[in-house]
């Protein structure tokens, strides 16, 4: 067998296979006659049927063949994979090239698929098909900026030449005077750098870029200024006196608007609000009391935030006051203040807040907030704290609205440790009392002259009766919980008679009696809940009058108890709570099956509602509900008094109406 297997090469070399040297046949065959052996053979020839294939062989890149048996092949590179190449970057050795077609050559940019020679050229200063022109913006007037125009040239350097552009910015192109490289020259109708029109049309006699409208002193002049007021002497009718007007300001600093920034420097000096927002241009513009007449018909913002570290000129966030008190003495008549949240307190005797001017005070905010509507009283609390050692507020002014504070731990040795007012046009937006001091009123003291209208306020706690009324209490969502004796007194004193007037009110778990009514009160879609006190009631009636109309009373002592007075209910829904002494038409007495008693608000407190199907469903009178619920611009038409995103429909239900939802 040995024998036999040694014939086979030779035989087949006598057709004319070439032999390598001498030794074994097997060993020295060479096919292609390039002078190596097949691998197969133990030579080198990776392809012996093939003669430009072999050791020494030099690599033709793209052909996907190893042409000098290393193991690799050379292969284009086309890094961007747009199907060319770039002819001067060297070939890559790879064990095998990628699959597909061979890369073709002509690729400017390889690293950007949008660029080779199968595009077109269609944006200003690419060469995208590689041709080595490109598209330029025509620049009639040579000076290196083109026009808008949809005319363009074709350029060969890059539209660096005569007549091309890679801008289209020239608002003249008839002539090189006028291109965003020139300079802006006062006093012509020519805009030369194309910005923002013509710098003073209207005429800039002396050069100064000043126009003649807002120069204080419009003609040429040597710049003498004898009495140094800024203006000189050629304008100055006094050039001896730096206040020639006897304003109060030098000449050359006239501030007509005061709004901080000097006439000479603005295009409408006698406007305090260019953008009419309401807010005046500088914080301190508004500024009464300067003797300059009329007062500027902006107001001013100032900020406050105890955080910031250091106390700024409270004219923005990042300068903003440390302290309540700092704002307060800076503001004027009509001004807001933003405070950003964090816990305020004082030391001494004094208030921790004391608004001494008609103003607008806003909490909730993080310190950063550009509008109203970004902030979040709710997640950030800003409180005024008495420490229980002096009264959290005093307000002392007419026309005062506070808007998302918590008055906390303030303490009186009489009346209004929360807050005491005694002035007119006060208004509490979001805000929430917890637990202040005082022997009456120690959440909230309205004293005999005042006038305070609440919304979506809240009353937490408080020694003595938590809210004290002398004078004028109107509310619109009001909720008075756990006070420690009496929720609300509506007093009187000498020929005073407090007066208060509430819808939408919640009174639950008082000390003592829930409200009590020496003076006037009229009560529409309330809540009295759980006014458990035995000498007490829900509503008590000792030598005033009220009315009650579409209101829940739940397992109270007694729902009303007049001593003296008298009580008018109409459409009340009640459950646990008896009536004695009042006058009650279409009333419901229900079971605790036709209520329902929900939780919500901050803090949380129960939430009485009809339950589906409850007997007070239907009981009310119409006619009593439209009446009462239309002095205070309602309709409970619109509103539910069950527990369910409906309206109610004729007839009118008994007892409160909420909003519609569950919520």
Known sequence: MRRNAALLPLLWCMTGCPLIGSGHYEDKIDVDGDGEADVKWGGADCDDSDPAVGPGQTEVAGNGVDDDCDGTQACFVDADSDGFHDEGQAPALLETCPPGPTPRPGDCDDHNGEINPGEVDTVIGVDANCDGEVLCY?????????????????????????????TADDCDDTTDTVSPSQTEISGNTVDEDCADGPLCPGGDADGDAICDAQDECPVADDGTDA??????????????DEDSDDDGLSDGVEDADHDGVVDAGETDPADPDTDDDGICDHPRADNESDGITPADPCHTRWFVDSGVGTSGDGSSWNAAFLTLAEADAALSAGDEVWVAAATYRSTGIPPVLSVNHASSWYGGFVGTEATIDDRDIRANETVVDGQSGRPASVVSADDVTIDGFVFRGGSAAERGGGMAVNVTGVSLVGVRFDNNAGTTGSNLEVGPDGAVAVSDTVFVGGAGSSVHVLGELRAQGMVVLDAEDIGIDVDRQGPGIGRFDATDLDVQTSGSSGLVVRGQADVVSATFYQNLDPAGAAVGVDGGTVSLTNVTFYDNTRAVAVVTGTADVANAAVFASPMSGATSTFQC?????????????????????????????????N?????????????????????????????????RHYLPGPG
């Open 138 to 166: 025509l620049d009639a007037d040579g000076d290196g900026h083109g026009t808008d125009q949809e005319t363009t040239v074709t350029s060969t350097s890059g539209c660096t030449g005569p007549n091309e552009a890679t």
């Open 227 to 240: 009495d140094g007021d800024g203006v000189v002497a050629a304008c100055d009718p006094d050039d001896g």
């Open 589 to 621: 007495d229900g079971q605790a099956s036709d209520f329902t008693v929900l939780t919500g608000g901050t803090p949380p407190w129960p939430r009485v509602v009809l339950a589906g199907g409850s007997a007070c469903i239907d009981a009310g009178d």
């Open 623 to 655: 006619a009593a509900a439209d009446s009462a619920f239309t002095r205070f611009g309602a309709d409970w038409r619109m509103m539910t008094t069950v527990d369910g995103p409906s309206m109610d429909t004729p007839p009118v239900d008994a007892g």
